[in-house]
């Protein structure tokens, strides 16, 4: 294990003197952020997330902003694990972390979801983007979140930030993100809309309820600022609709979608829509954003891998898949057709 377990038993029973029992702790597989572990009592469970060691990009692994949205969003429709803990002192565990709740249910790193019967997988697909509506709708005002990032300009910020991330950690040239980057600029829509954005919202950041497809549980907030609800929608979209099922992430791009239960990519929008207030239509500069955004994401994932300090073992498989999510996003800005 990675972590001292003497340290963190420790410091569990000075903040809660009632814990009996020895201390049992599972660290969380299929994630490449934060490393995340499940930390067990004879009668009580958290979870304890916390950065990766190692040298790391500017901004990146802000464990501290994951508790502050998450701890904001107690008290609205969006669900997320119970805040208890943030911690700075690196001498616990090695690096600042904090402590949350844990919520029971089922965690799917398959977009088809595998195991689940096939009449209730559409149900869970439009629980999803109910819940992502949800999040875009929340008065961040209200929950004292106007100051969680910028407002307005937001694609041209993204677009520079990731412009900038890839040439940190870009293993070679790559004519398709060269091509990206200067297409995105040009053709950034003129709408823009800010609203709360989780930044990585997808199937494997859920938990579902243990036997109805309702979402239990939004996890994983380490790119979650203020921004463009059409990014985070289009963000979910590529991830399923647009990763092949023998690909990280085992997306749904090449399966029988109505034979295996699952929605259109227009029905999940639709469904989305339904619940939200948005007015704006997702098109095909918000998908190709989304994939250089994941391109350049799983190529960073890759480089830390490289280094030695990526939160996963197989963090070197995005960096095989990058180019093709680059691909795929170069090819949607040379279709005709306006978006989905």
């Not at 969680?148 to 950690?169: D, E, M, P, T």
Request: glycine share 8%; with cysteine; net charge neutral.
């Amino acid at each position: 294990m990675d972590i001292d377990c003497h340290h963190i038993d420790r410091f569990l029973k000075n903040m809660f003197p009632d814990l009996t029992g020895d201390l049992h702790i599972q660290k969380t597989t299929g994630g490449q952020s934060n490393p995340t572990y499940i930390l067990s009592y004879n009668d009580r469970v958290y979870v304890l997330r916390r950065r990766p060691d190692g040298v790391l990009l500017p901004s990146a692994h802000s464990v501290s902003r994951e508790f502050r949205v998450q701890k904001a969003l107690e008290h609205t429709g969006v669900k997320v694990p119970k805040m208890i803990s943030h911690c700075e002192d690196e001498s616990v565990v090695g690096t600042e972390f904090y402590l949350m709740s844990y919520i029971p249910g089922r965690v799917f790193h398959d977009n088809s979801l595998t195991g689940v019967d096939i009449t209730q997988r559409r149900k869970m697909y439009f629980e999803m983007a109910r819940m992502l509506a949800k999040i875009h709708a929340v008065d961040i005002h209200k929950v004292g979140l106007d100051t969680f990032g910028k407002h307005g300009n937001y694609f041209a910020r993204q677009i520079h930030r990731w412009s900038k991330q890839w040439h940190l950690s870009k293993p070679s040239d790559n004519r398709h993100i060269n091509h990206l980057t200067g297409w995105l600029a040009d053709n950034i829509p003129d709408d823009d809309e800010t609203t709360l954005v989780h930044g990585d919202y997808r199937i494997g950041n859920l938990v579902f309820d243990t036997k109805h497809p309702s979402v239990e549980g939004v996890l994983d907030w380490e790119l979650s600022t203020l921004g463009h609800p059409l990014a985070d929608l289009a963000n979910c979209c590529a991830y399923a609709w647009f990763l092949n099922s023998d690909e990280y992430g085992h997306g749904i791009r090449d399966l029988n979608l109505k034979e295996q239960g699952l929605p259109s990519i227009e029905e999940f929008i639709d469904i989305y829509h339904q619940e939200s207030n948005l007015k704006e239509k997702l098109t095909n500069f918000h998908l190709s954003f989304a994939l250089f955004r994941m391109s350049v994401i799983f190529t960073g994932v890759a480089d830390r891998a490289r280094r030695g300090n990526a939160a996963s073992g197989n963090a070197l498989e995005l960096g095989k898949v990058a180019p093709k999510l680059a691909q795929r996003g170069f090819e949607l800005t040379k279709q005709k057709i306006p978006g989905v």
